[in-house]
C-alpha cells in the first residue's frame, strides 16, 4: 500500500495552483472516494486492489492539474503513464493497466475489460454519493442500477 500513499501525495501536489478552496476539496473527495470504491469493487470482482485504488486516485488528474474537462480521459492516461514511468515503482504492465482503465473511464455506455470496468463502475458510485447528492447524470443510469443490483442496493 506505500505506492497508492506516494501516488496520493504526488496527485495532491499537481493540483492546480488556480483551483479555489472549494474546488479542491471536492475534487479531492471525488477522486478519495473513486479510489475506495475502486478498492471495494476490485476486491468484490477479483480484480487488483492495489492497482484499482491508484486508478482512482490518477482517474480525473488531467482535470486536478489543467482544471479542463474536455477529453480528460485521454489526456489524462498520458499524464498519468508519464507519472507513473517516472517514479520508477511499476512495472510497464502495470502501467499500461492503469493507464488503458484511465483511458476508457469517460466510455461508460461502452464495455471493456474488467479492470477498466471497476475504475467506470466506481466513478459512477461516487458520482451518487457526491454532496450534494445529486440525480445519477442520464447516461450513468443503466450503470447505476446494475451496480445496486450487484452490491444489493
Known amino acids: 500500500m506505500e505506492r497508492i500513499e506516494k501516488i496520493r501525495l504526488c496527485v495532491a501536489a499537481r493540483f492546480s495552483d488556480s483551483m479555489s478552496p ?3 476539496c471536492q475534487m479531492t473527495e471525488h ?4 479510489s475506495q470504491f475502486c478498492g471495494l469493487l476490485a476486491m468484490k470482482r477479483g480484480q487488483p486492489v492495489e492497482l484499482a485504488m491508484i486508478a482512482g486516485l490518477l482517474h480525473d488528474l488531467y482535470t486536478c492539474v489543467t482544471l479542463e474537462s474536455k477529453e480528460h480521459a485521454a489526456k489524462g492516461a498520458l499524464m498519468a503513464r508519464e507519472l507513473l514511468s517516472d517514479l520508477q515503482l511499476f512495472t510497464q504492465a502495470e502501467i499500461d493497466t ?3 482503465a484511465i483511458e476508457h473511464h469517460s466510455s461508460k455506455g461502452a464495455r471493456h475489460d474488467a479492470f477498466d470496468e471497476v475504475l467506470k463502475d466506481a466513478d459512477v458510485l461516487q458520482h451518487s454519493f457526491q454532496p450534494p447528492l445529486f440525480a445519477v447524470a442520464d447516461h450513468e443510469k443503466e450503470r447505476y442500477a446494475s451496480l445496486k443490483v450487484e452490491l444489493g442496493l
Do not use: F, Q, R
Open 22 to 24: 472549494e474546488v479542491k
Open 31 to 34: 477522486i478519495l472516494g473513486v
Open 98 to 100: 492503469i493507464a488503458t
